[in-house]
């Protein structure tokens, strides 16, 4: 059974950092094509970043592009989210998935239970 379990989220102040983690088990990690997807209050599903098997392929939506990095250690079988200079509209729920999610859809793929994400001041 694919199980992935994130952590790392709270609340930050704007313009500060954090590290979402996403450690995977029930599957070859190394072969899964691994995403995060990020549900704002009251709003739809968002693909935020995804990475290849390898890791050599990554990609961003625009709204986070240059401020969040996405990454993964094959040999720990953990997908990590690097979220910098953070704004109030990155306040969501942030889900880790196996499988492609640029239109992302809770009926695809295998999703994590969440972590929450709060940037204020």
């Known amino acids: 059974e694919v199980q992935l379990v994130e952590s790392g989220g709270g609340l930050v102040q704007p313009g500060g950092s954090l590290r979402l983690s996403c450690a995977a088990s029930?599957?070859?990690?190394?072969?899964?094509?691994m995403s995060w997807v990020r549900q704002a209050p009251g709003k739809g599903l968002e693909w935020v970043s995804d990475?290849?098997?390898?890791?050599?392929?990554?990609s961003y939506a625009d709204s986070v592009k240059g401020r969040f990095t996405i990454s993964r250690d094959n040999a720990k079988n953990t997908l990590y989210l690097q979220m910098n200079s953070l704004k109030p509209e990155d306040t969501a729920v942030y889900f880790c998935?196996?499988?492609?999610?640029?239109?992302?859809?809770?009926?695809?793929?295998?999703w994590g239970q969440g972590t929450q994400v709060a940037v204020s001041s």
């Open positions: 029930g599957f070859t990690f190394s072969a899964g094509f």
């Open positions: 998935v196996l499988g492609i999610q640029r239109t992302p859809s809770r009926s695809r793929g295998s």
């Open positions: 990475i290849s098997a390898g890791g050599g392929v990554t």
